[in-house]
């Protein structure tokens, strides 16, 4: 009974006190400890606002909001998470008001048949190449993002249908 309550309440806590993972409060961008410890000490904190991380932690969290908003299609979870709350979009569809763009885009996306051919992280900027299947033609999307650290707080698309007398002879895609 002795030895129960000692690891209950003794050796337990001391483990979580001196595991990396939970007192670390690394600067992100400072250190190279072994990735998962990287990782899990960054992540401790919200994405917004921004805090400074090195480019590849930056990349996996531009990765992740593309899943969540592209992949999962949840809207809300990938702008509340991801994205600032003061985001300066450029689409001229929307307005600066991010629960505005977020109503507009889930009335969108959950609906649209979309597939990232690829995308990209680099020197803050994000870009995603997106292929909006749609009848007859589908449709080339191109979304290109900036990130403050782990935030992102601006937004341009380009969306491009194929006109029905178009001159050049291959796929969009
Ligand atoms: C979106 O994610 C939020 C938070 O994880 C969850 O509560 C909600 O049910 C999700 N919505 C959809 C449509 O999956
Ligand atoms: C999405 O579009 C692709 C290509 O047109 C098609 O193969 C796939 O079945 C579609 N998926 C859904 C869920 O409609």
Same mark, same amino acid.
């Given at each position: 009974?002795?030895?129960?309550?000692?690891?209950?309440?003794?050796?337990? =806590?001391?483990?979580?006190?001196?595991?990396?993972?939970?007192?670390?409060?690394?600067?992100?961008?400072?250190?190279? =400890?072994? #990735?998962?410890?990287?990782?899990?000490?960054?992540?401790?904190?919200?994405?917004?606002?921004?805090?400074?991380?090195?480019?590849?932690?930056?990349?996996?969290?531009? !990765? /992740?909001?593309?899943?969540?908003?592209?992949?999962?299609?949840?809207?809300?979870?990938?702008?509340?998470?991801?994205?600032?709350?003061?985001?300066?979009?450029?689409? =001229? *569809?929307?307005?600066?008001?991010?629960? !505005? @763009?977020?109503?507009?885009?889930?009335?969108?996306?959950?609906?649209?048949?979309?597939? @990232?051919?690829?995308?990209?992280?680099?020197?803050?900027?994000?870009?995603?190449?997106?292929?909006?299947?749609? /009848? =007859? #033609?589908?449709?080339?999307?191109? *979304? &290109?993002?900036?990130?403050?650290?782990?935030? @992102?707080?601006?937004?341009? /698309?380009? @969306?491009?249908?194929?006109?029905?007398?178009? &001159?050049?002879?291959?796929?969009?895609?």
């Amino acid at each position: 009974m002795h030895l129960v309550r000692f690891v209950l309440f003794i050796v337990l =806590p001391l483990a979580f006190a001196v595991s990396p993972q939970y007192s670390v409060h690394l600067p992100c961008s400072t250190t190279d =400890p072994t #990735e998962e410890n990287y990782v899990e000490a960054c992540l401790q904190k919200k994405y917004c606002p921004g805090h400074e991380v090195d480019e590849r932690l930056q990349g996996k969290i531009f !990765a /992740d909001f593309l899943e969540t908003l592209y992949g999962e299609k949840n809207v809300s979870k990938a702008f509340e998470t991801y994205v600032d709350l003061n985001v300066i979009e450029h689409d =001229p *569809d929307d307005t600066q008001d991010r629960d !505005a @763009i977020v109503a507009r885009l889930s009335q969108i996306i959950p609906f649209a048949n979309m597939t @990232i051919l690829s995308s990209n992280f680099n020197n803050n900027i994000g870009l995603a190449h997106v292929k909006v299947n749609e /009848d =007859p #033609e589908p449709a080339a999307l191109a *979304d &290109i993002y900036r990130m403050e650290g782990t935030c @992102i707080v601006e937004h341009w /698309d380009v @969306i491009q249908f194929r006109p029905a007398n178009s &001159i050049n002879p291959i796929a969009m895609f």
